[in-house]
């Protein structure tokens, strides 16, 4: 029995919207935990320093948008 036939365009095409799909994600998540990062700091609590928790935020995000960068080189 022969195998169906692969649509390689097809193929190609779903594989980029899952991938655009779990970027969508990533982002979300990520400014749900800067929201509620700050959000904690905003509440009173005096002993959470907000300097190394933005400079860490700040670094979360420059790794993530390298990361982007390198993945879409990679396709090209």
Same mark, same amino acid.
Request: proline fraction near 1%; aromatic fraction near 12%.
């Given at each position: 029995?022969?195998?169906?036939?692969?649509?390689?365009?097809?193929?190609?095409?779903?594989?980029?919207?899952?991938?655009?799909?779990?970027?969508?994600?990533?982002?979300?998540?990520?400014?749900? @935990? %800067?929201?509620?990062?700050?959000?904690?700091?905003? /509440?009173? $609590? *005096?002993?959470?320093?907000?300097?190394?928790?933005?400079?860490?935020?700040?670094?979360? @995000? %420059?790794?993530?948008?390298?990361?982007?960068?390198? /993945?879409? $080189? *990679?396709?090209?």
């Amino acid at each position: 029995m022969r195998r169906k036939r692969i649509d390689w365009d097809e193929e190609i095409r779903k594989t980029e919207q899952v991938r655009w799909k779990g970027l969508r994600f990533s982002i979300a998540s990520f400014a749900l @935990a %800067a929201f509620w990062i700050f959000g904690v700091g905003r /509440m009173g $609590r *005096k002993s959470l320093s907000m300097g190394p928790l933005t400079l860490v935020l700040l670094f979360v @995000a %420059a790794g993530t948008l390298l990361f982007i960068m390198l /993945m879409r $080189r *990679k396709q090209k």
